[in-house]
Structure formats: structure tokens, C-alpha cells
């Protein structure tokens, strides 16, 4: 069906930047939104922001002037920019691909629950 997968996870000092990549793969019609969520050591999952079909793209307020979203150079991918790194943004980076049309058994299907990605670790040391 379809595939999510997030990479470019790591351990990088206070002060630095990562950038993840999400890549989306199957028999893939089309996306509506490529979500980034983190879920940091004993805290809820929570929204950091959204890639639309447009190509419009919006961060959570409080992490706006450090983290951007974009779309990757290959289709169905999504980046997440992250700089100026805090030991408090430690955390699993999730990608959610939601509203996705795919075609199984020759059927073009939609999925409104989206499809998550296994996470990737990212740990930001002081």
C-alpha cells in the first residue's frame, strides 16, 4: 500500500541544525498534507506543522523561527528544517501523510487516517 519514512535523524550539539526528510512511497495518486509531529521522553505527541498539495506550508507558532517545512526535490517527500537546536527539542520526529488517494487492486482508494512514518530519533545535547 503505502509507505512512510523519515530519515536524517541524529545527535547534534545545542546550537546546531538538522534537516529530516519524509518520503511517502506506493501506489501514490496524490497527498493532501505531509504532517511533522515529535514526541519527546515522557511527553504527548504534538503537531510541529504542515505541508499542503499547494505547496503552502505552515510551523506551530512557538517553533516558527526555528523550524521550516518544505517539499523535497523528489515527489511525495517533505523536509523538515531544523535550526538553532535546544536539548529540548530531543525527541522521535514523526511524518504523517494524510488524505492520501492510492490505487490498490486497480481501485483508486482514499485514506483519511494517513499513514505514519516509524520515527527518527533526534537528540540534542547542551
Known amino acids: 500500500q503505502v509507505q512512510v519514512v523519515e530519515s536524517g535523524g541524529g545527535w547534534v550539539q545545542a546550537g546546531g541544525s538538522l534537516t529530516l526528510s519524509c518520503a511517502a512511497s506506493g501506489s501514490i495518486v496524490s497527498i493532501n498534507a505531509m504532517n511533522w509531529y515529535r514526541q519527546a521522553p515522557g511527553k504527548e505527541r504534538e503537531l510541529i506543522g504542515s505541508i499542503i498539495k499547494s505547496g503552502s506550508s505552515n510551523v506551530v507558532d512557538s517553533l516558527q523561527a526555528r523550524f521550516t517545512i518544505s517539499r523535497g526535490n523528489t515527489q511525495n517527500t517533505a523536509l523538515l528544517r531544523m535550526t538553532s537546536l535546544e536539548p529540548e527539542d530531543t525527541a522521535v520526529y514523526y511524518c504523517?501523510?494524510?488524505?492520501?488517494?492510492?490505487?490498490?487492486?486497480?481501485?483508486?482508494?482514499?485514506?483519511?487516517?494517513?499513514?505514519w512514518g516509524q520515527g527518527t530519533q533526534v537528540t540534542v545535547s547542551s
Open positions: 504523517n501523510a494524510a488524505g492520501v488517494k492510492f490505487v490498490l487492486d486497480e481501485v483508486l482508494r482514499t485514506s483519511t487516517a494517513g499513514y
